[in-house]
């Protein structure tokens, strides 16, 4: 019987799982998922975190006893810097610890760090630590790694070619809006945005009603990085960077009908970022910005009516808009 | 001419002033902080900021009504928000309309060249060498600083009238402004620690020892962390702080930008529970916690404000620390709802606990020696 590894269905997931997976397989393993969010896991999660934490951090952590009882080894890497010069955020540094004395009884737990932020560092490195806890033939693991790495690339084309992750991992079927009547532009950690539960599967919510929605996931990253880099001081968290700059690329568009930047209860990172953003956009554009927040005890219904408010705010301003013109056309 | 200003954190402004003083720059200390300036902050910062921001910010808004133009401020690059306060403070006092400069005191990478042009910029056509003299001055004015505090914790615990160590405190922070340049400062700072010994002490207690430890803006600011030592030390208890603004500039500022070893015990003592560095202070809240409770302290408190990032992962943690080597510890998260009366009387709480618990342990050992 191989060995089971066990990955949570939740942070970085939504951005690393089919490298991850194919790693792991390609070593022989394999791979258990924990099961898609459920309130009980949400609830196992918030139990057995610090209550400050915030809420995708109290999520994984709901994920991981999902699968305490399921894998030989649970998967969490220590996610110190993916991008030279740049962090994720401190709780990802700190996250195998975190989980490790927060929950008793785990199985053995596969928290080697991956560093990338010195130039000199190098991610095979990292690969080869998690591949040795299975096997000593390097060959079999750097193998194993080109495949992943492919696995990856061949993700990331998929989304660029209009893929949501949720889609491509999940197998979420949404339906496309054939003629869109708005352009939404839904901002968020992967995390928040592609977890149905989390996100009360506002993607669907849009898209039913014919929204066409751009995430940050679909824009040109070469433009999110240069959106970013002008700001003053260099934007240090690679998601932190992703929100904004893929944001800032929003304002010299004129086809986006507003704004919706979703964030944890607690975040950090998102406490300055959504800030930023909506300084910007306000301060520069007409755009109109709703920052929705979420925590375990967001009520779905409230969440919908919050956001059927702002799209009837935005529509009823196109309309009027468009009889302003005609009125002096 | 520029007229600088900072923010306030503990002992800071007596360091900054000094320094400044020696250099020539006209300076405005902000106004001490109080429920105003914390009510500015909280109105203007994002909700979700953390307490240092909004102080920060309260600071600059009522430096800027003095007549303030600059503000100078330290840096970082990550992982922690600390790093880009300076991005979001700038954007605030820009939607209010406060056109100030921003001068981050951090070596862009490699870039010696532009950091000697920023503090060109604000001392004038100084030599470097005048410039490193004041901050070799200012540098011993924090150190003296976190010497006097030590002090007064000893002796707040000990002296047999309550309120002396307050007083004579209180005296000298309100002497520090009036006088001039850093060897009055220092000058002051000794006859302080000789009119502190000079307190009666009760030689025959032993008081109970409480390490503080946590984010370093609720440890060092006494407006955010309610003039814990007093409180502490009011009740008997002896108060060690693990963080300090003069080992803060020696680690963080000086042997930064002169690329020195850094001197850090507290990093193998948190090895066990926290591996590597998440930024903020969480190495050290759990580093010291550690050493704490290896140095036979009763207990340890960590302070943090309310959403900081390193300071939740620390606190994941320090349970199994706490029940590994057997020490109690106390969290308690600070924002700007926080009451003084609650906050008090969970200290309070925790004060009896550890007597209590260290009565029950002197009796045992009594026990077991009448036993042999
Ligand atoms: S980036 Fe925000 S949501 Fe994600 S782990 Fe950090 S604090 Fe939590
Ligand atoms: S250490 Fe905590 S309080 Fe300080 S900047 Fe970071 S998150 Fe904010």
Same mark, same amino acid.
């Given at each position: 019987?191989?060995?089971?590894?066990?990955?949570?269905?939740?942070?970085?997931?939504?951005?690393?799982?089919?490298?991850?997976?194919?790693?792991?397989?390609?070593?022989?393993?394999?791979?258990?998922?924990?099961?898609?969010?459920?309130?009980?896991?949400?609830?196992?999660?918030?139990?057995?975190?610090?209550?400050?934490?915030?809420?995708?951090?109290?999520?994984?952590?709901?994920?991981?006893?999902?699968?305490?009882?399921?894998?030989?080894?649970?998967?969490?890497?220590?996610?110190?810097?993916?991008?030279?010069?740049?962090?994720?955020?401190?709780?990802?540094?700190?996250?195998?610890?975190?989980?490790?004395?927060?929950?008793?009884?785990?199985?053995?737990?596969?928290?080697?760090?991956?560093?990338?932020?010195?130039?000199?560092?190098?991610?095979?490195?990292?690969?080869?630590?998690?591949?040795?806890?299975?096997?000593?033939?390097?060959?079999?693991?750097?193998?194993?790694?080109?495949?992943?790495?492919?696995?990856?690339?061949?993700?990331?084309?998929?989304?660029?070619?209009?893929?949501?992750?949720?889609?491509?991992?999940?197998?979420?079927?949404?339906?496309?809006?054939?003629?869109?009547?708005?352009?939404?532009?839904?901002?968020?950690?992967?995390?928040?945005?592609?977890?149905?539960?989390?996100?009360?599967?506002?993607?669907?919510?849009?898209?039913?009603?014919?929204?066409?929605?751009?995430?940050?996931?679909?824009?040109?990253?070469?433009?999110?990085?240069?959106?970013?880099?002008?700001?003053?001081?260099?934007?240090?968290?690679?998601?932190?960077?992703?929100?904004?700059?893929?944001?800032?690329?929003?304002?010299?568009?004129?086809?986006?009908?507003?704004?919706?930047?979703?964030?944890?209860?607690?975040?950090?990172?998102?406490?300055?970022?959504?800030?930023?953003?909506?300084?910007?956009?306000?301060?520069?554009?007409?755009?109109?910005?709703?920052?929705?927040?979420?925590?375990?005890?967001?009520?779905?219904?409230?969440?919908?009516?919050?956001?059927?408010?702002?799209?009837?705010?935005?529509?009823?301003?196109?309309?009027?808009?468009?009889?302003?013109?005609?009125?002096?056309? | 001419?520029?007229?600088?200003?900072?923010?306030?954190?503990?002992?800071?402004?007596?360091?900054?002033?000094?320094?400044?003083?020696?250099?020539?720059?006209?300076?405005?200390?902000?106004?001490?902080?109080?429920?105003?300036?914390?009510?500015?902050?909280?109105?203007?910062?994002?909700?979700?900021?953390?307490?240092?921001?909004?102080?920060?910010?309260?600071?600059? /808004? =009522?430096?800027?009504? +003095?007549?303030?133009?600059? %503000?100078?401020?330290?840096?970082?690059?990550? #992982?922690? *928000?600390? &790093?880009?306060?300076?991005?979001?403070?700038?954007?605030?006092?820009?939607?209010?309309?406060?056109?100030?400069?921003?001068?981050?005191?951090?070596?862009?990478?490699?870039?010696?060249?532009?950091?000697?042009?920023?503090?060109?910029?604000?001392?004038?056509?100084?030599?470097?060498?005048?410039?490193?003299?004041?901050?070799?001055?200012?540098?011993?004015?924090?150190?003296?600083?976190?010497?006097?505090?030590?002090?007064?914790?000893?002796?707040?615990?000990?002296?047999?009238?309550?309120?002396?160590?307050?007083?004579?405190?209180?005296?000298?922070?309100?002497?520090?402004?009036?006088?001039?340049?850093?060897?009055?400062?220092?000058?002051? /700072? =000794?006859?302080?620690? +000789?009119?502190?010994?000079? %307190?009666?002490?009760?030689?025959?207690?032993? #008081?109970? *020892?409480? &390490?503080?430890?946590?984010?370093?803006?609720?440890?060092?600011?006494?407006?955010?962390?309610?003039?814990?030592?007093?409180?502490?030390?009011?009740?008997?208890?002896?108060?060690?702080?693990?963080?300090?603004?003069?080992?803060?500039?020696?680690?963080?500022?000086?042997?930064?930008?002169?690329?020195?070893?850094?001197?850090?015990?507290?990093?193998?003592?948190?090895?066990?529970?926290?591996?590597?560095?998440?930024?903020?202070?969480?190495?050290?809240?759990?580093?010291?916690?550690?050493?704490?409770?290896?140095?036979?302290?009763?207990?340890?408190?960590?302070?943090?404000?309310?959403?900081?990032?390193?300071?939740?992962?620390?606190?994941? /943690?320090?349970?199994?620390?706490?029940?590994?080597?057997? %020490?109690?510890?106390?969290?308690?998260?600070?924002?700007?709802?926080? &009451?003084?009366?609650?906050?008090?009387?969970?200290?309070?709480?925790?004060?009896?606990?550890?007597?209590?618990r260290k009565e029950r342990n002197v009796a045992v050992d009594k026990y077991i020696l009448s036993?042999?």
């Open positions: 019987m191989s060995v089971k590894i066990g990955i949570p269905r939740a942070l970085l997931y939504y951005e690393y799982y089919p490298m991850w997976k194919t790693f792991f397989q390609e070593l022989g393993l394999e791979v258990v998922l924990s099961d898609p969010t459920t309130k009980t896991i949400l609830n196992d999660g918030v139990k057995h975190c610090v209550d400050e934490a915030c809420l995708p951090v109290k999520l994984f952590h709901g994920h991981v006893i999902n699968l305490k009882n399921r894998a030989d080894y649970i998967f969490i890497p220590k996610l110190t810097s993916i991008a030279r010069g740049e962090y994720i955020c401190p709780k990802f540094c700190g996250l195998p610890e975190m989980v490790g004395f927060s929950i008793k009884d785990l199985p053995p737990v596969i928290d080697v760090e991956i560093n990338l932020r010195n130039p000199k560092s190098v991610l095979y490195k990292s690969f080869e630590q998690i591949g040795r806890y299975f096997t000593q033939d390097t060959r079999l693991i750097k193998a194993a790694f080109n495949k992943a790495m492919e696995a990856q690339k061949y993700y990331l084309k998929s989304i660029k070619q209009g893929k949501l992750p949720s889609e491509l991992l999940e197998n979420q079927k949404f339906v496309s809006p054939v003629k869109a009547d708005l352009r939404i532009a839904l901002i968020g950690h992967v995390y928040n945005l592609y977890d149905k539960y989390i996100s009360m599967d506002i993607l669907s919510k849009l898209k039913k009603q014919g929204i066409e929605v751009i995430t940050p996931e679909q824009l040109e990253d070469a433009k999110i990085e240069e959106q970013a880099n002008r700001m003053n001081k260099k934007m240090f968290w690679s998601f932190g960077k992703r929100l904004l700059g893929a944001t800032l690329c929003l304002k010299d568009r004129k086809d986006i009908d507003g704004i919706i930047f979703i964030m944890s209860f607690g975040c950090g990172v998102d406490a300055f970022i959504s800030d930023l953003c909506e300084r910007r956009i306000r301060r520069e554009t007409g755009i109109p910005f709703f920052l929705l927040t979420i925590d375990e005890h967001s009520g779905e219904a409230g969440v919908n009516t919050r956001i059927e408010a702002f799209l009837d705010m935005i529509r009823w301003r196109r309309k009027n808009e468009e009889s302003n013109i005609s009125a002096y056309g | 001419m520029r007229r600088v200003t900072f923010p306030h954190m503990g002992n800071l402004c007596i360091t900054v002033k000094a320094l400044f003083e020696s250099l020539d720059v006209e300076f405005i200390i902000p106004p001490a902080c109080t429920k105003r300036t914390l009510e500015l902050g909280t109105k203007y910062a994002p909700e979700l900021a953390c307490l240092p921001l909004k102080i920060n910010v309260g600071n600059f /808004i =009522e430096s800027i009504e +003095k007549g303030a133009d600059t %503000i100078v401020m330290t840096g970082g690059c990550g #992982p922690c *928000r600390f &790093g880009y306060y300076s991005e979001v403070q700038r954007e605030i006092l820009k939607d209010l309309g406060h056109d100030v400069d921003f001068f981050v005191l951090e070596l862009p990478k490699g870039n010696v060249g532009e950091f000697i042009k920023r503090i060109k910029s604000i001392v004038g056509n100084k030599s470097l060498l005048t410039v490193a003299r004041g901050v070799k001055k200012a540098t011993k004015v924090a150190l003296a600083l976190d010497e006097l505090d030590r002090l007064s914790f000893r002796i707040r615990a000990r002296e047999k009238i309550k309120g002396k160590t307050n007083w004579i405190m209180k005296k000298f922070h309100h002497q520090v402004q009036k006088v001039k340049s850093a060897e009055e400062i220092l000058m002051l /700072i =000794e006859n302080t620690k +000789k009119e502190l010994k000079a %307190i009666e002490i009760d030689t025959k207690v032993t #008081p109970l *020892r409480i &390490g503080i430890v946590g984010e370093i803006y609720t440890v060092i600011e006494p407006f955010a962390n309610f003039r814990i030592e007093e409180i502490l030390g009011d009740m008997g208890v002896e108060v060690d702080r693990s963080l300090n603004i003069g080992n803060w500039i020696m680690e963080h500022v000086i042997k930064y930008a002169l690329g020195m070893n850094k001197n850090r015990p507290y990093e193998k003592a948190a090895k066990p529970y926290l591996k590597t560095m998440i930024g903020g202070h969480a190495q050290e809240t759990v580093g010291n916690c550690v050493m704490y409770a290896q140095q036979g302290y009763d207990g340890v408190i960590q302070l943090y404000p309310f959403t900081c990032m390193p300071e939740i992962v620390a606190e994941s /943690i320090l349970p199994t620390v706490s029940t590994d080597l057997d %020490i109690p510890v106390l969290t308690l998260i600070i924002d700007e709802m926080t &009451g003084e009366a609650g906050y008090r009387t969970r200290i309070e709480a925790f004060v009896d606990m550890l007597m209590r036993g042999n």
